[in-house]
């Protein structure tokens, strides 16, 4: 975090810069800004002209309690252009359209936000919003390489509708989204790097269900937040992601993935095996049953008072991770996820410890779920444990923290 005045470390809160560039997606600005106040963050809104004709200062003013300029002339003996740069914690870009990506690539300081950008010393992050054709044009990729050489985070758009009747790749991430990876830059400066630029990686999350009958399936908590932070931190680090989603319906997709979408433990078998041959990486963090019943009923089981109550007979699901370990070839890392309790048997970290050496992945993440953690929560925390004998604790943070960690150990594997 940052010692500036009145930053983090200065006792108040934490200083964010939010610029905000003249797209149509600018008022999903306000949603990012709704985000980062609601969360404790001191956030100063600077657009750039033409954005207030998307939306108005005066909507900026009243979300962030602060005035809006975008001149360098406005409130000129406290320098602005100088001051609000050098005293952020993060300066986050929303959206950035390909106009504001070639000033800022190419030094142009020629308005309060752009100015801003050259006097920044802390983390910077662009998150594009463009047609698709802008966003794949030479000069833009140029744009963009450029920034990113410099230690800038550009992020990777969306895909989906953009204005009009046009869909494809350039539409802004969800707000939600940026909100997390401006948290995770707050807390990690350097989690964003481009380390996995090449690299195909395949990541399970969610949580599979067994049906019972039409009504009703044996299934668990998963809410697959921490499979979907592991893909959205892989893809900001430049990797091709697949994700196989089990039940995340009310998750927005990550930006710059591709997410196939499956329910049963074999669904996520099949869609992983697939998606697997010829990635380099394979996460298994979704919560995969362990069994299923034996056989489904063809209709729905009664509750009734002249009947015996039902014996389900459960048979075993198949162990994806252990079968992908065992298939996997030309060096592909393969990384396990084990949410354990305690017993008379020993600790969580005996248990992973086990799970590690039965099962033979690289690495393995563990979870105590019996301390409110993993499942249905925002946070994680536990411990990373490496086919070498190595273990690393990590202490409670953002899934996107945690997800970050498990990325550093992969490319330490990779580079070893």
């Known amino acids: 975090m940052s010692d500036r005045a009145g930053g983090a470390l200065g006792g108040g809160r934490p200083r964010i810069v939010l610029g905000v560039g003249a797209g149509i997606a600018a008022y999903k600005a306000c949603e990012v800004l709704r985000g980062l106040t609601e969360t404790g963050h001191d956030v100063r809104v600077v657009p ?3 954005a207030l004709n998307f939306v108005g200062a005066a909507t900026f003013e009243a979300l ?14 406290d320098v602005q252009h100088v001051r609000i740069g050098k005293e952020a914690d993060l300066v986050l870009v929303v959206p950035a359209t390909a106009d504001l990506l070639a000033r800022a690539a190419h030094g142009l300081a020629d308005d309060l936000l752009t100015g801003t950008l050259l006097t920044a010393r802390c983390p910077v992050a662009f998150f594009p919003a463009m047609h698709t054709e802008m966003w794949e044009h030479p000069a833009t990729r140029d744009n963009v390489a450029l920034l ?7 992020a990777e758009p969306a895909s989906g509708r953009l204005t009009g009747v046009d869909t494809g790749k350039g539409r802004l991430a969800d707000p939600a989204e940026i909100v997390e ?3 995770l830059l707050l807390a990690a400066p350097g989690a964003l790097p481009r380390d996995l630029a090449g690299l195909r990686v395949v990541i399970t999350a969610g949580g599979t269900r067994e049906p019972l009958d039409p009504v009703r ?6 809410s697959g937040k921490q499979g979907y932070a592991l893909a959205r931190v892989a893809a900001q680090r430049g990797a091709d992601v697949t994700l196989i989603a089990a039940h995340t319906a009310d998750l927005p997709d990550p930006a710059g993935t591709v997410v196939r979408r499956v329910s049963t433990a074999e669904e996520l078998r099949v869609a992983t095996h697939e998606a697997a041959a010829g ?15 034996a056989s489904q009923a063809e209709f729905k089981i009664k509750k009734t008072d002249d009947h015996p109550d039902p014996v389900i007979e459960l048979t075993r699901n198949a162990d994806i991770l252990a079968e992908l370990v065992k298939k996997r070839a030309g060096g ?9 309790t305690g017993d008379e048997h020993g600790s969580v970290l005996d248990h992973g410890r086990a799970k590690l050496r039965r099962k033979g992945c690289d690495l393995l993440v563990v979870n105590a779920v019996s301390e409110g953690r993993a499942f249905e929560v925002e946070e994680n925390a536990g411990w990373l444990l490496a086919a070498d004998g190595t273990e690393r604790p990590i202490p409670l943070g953002s899934k996107a923290q945690l997800a970050a960690a498990v990325w550093d150990a992969v490319t330490a594997v990779i580079h070893r």
């Open 48 to 50: 750039t002209e033409a």
């Open 181 to 183: 990876l401006a948290r």
């Open 148 to 154: 990113r050489s410099r230690g800038v985070v550009v």
């Open 64 to 77: 962030s309690g602060h005035p809006v300029h975008t001149g360098v002339f406005s409130e000129v003996p």
């Open 279 to 293: 990635a380099d990486v394979v996460v298994m963090s979704a919560a995969v049953a362990d069994f299923r019943p």
């Open 332 to 340: 592909q890392i393969v990384v396990g996820f084990a949410a354990e």
């Open 217 to 222: 399936f044996l299934g668990n908590r998963s």
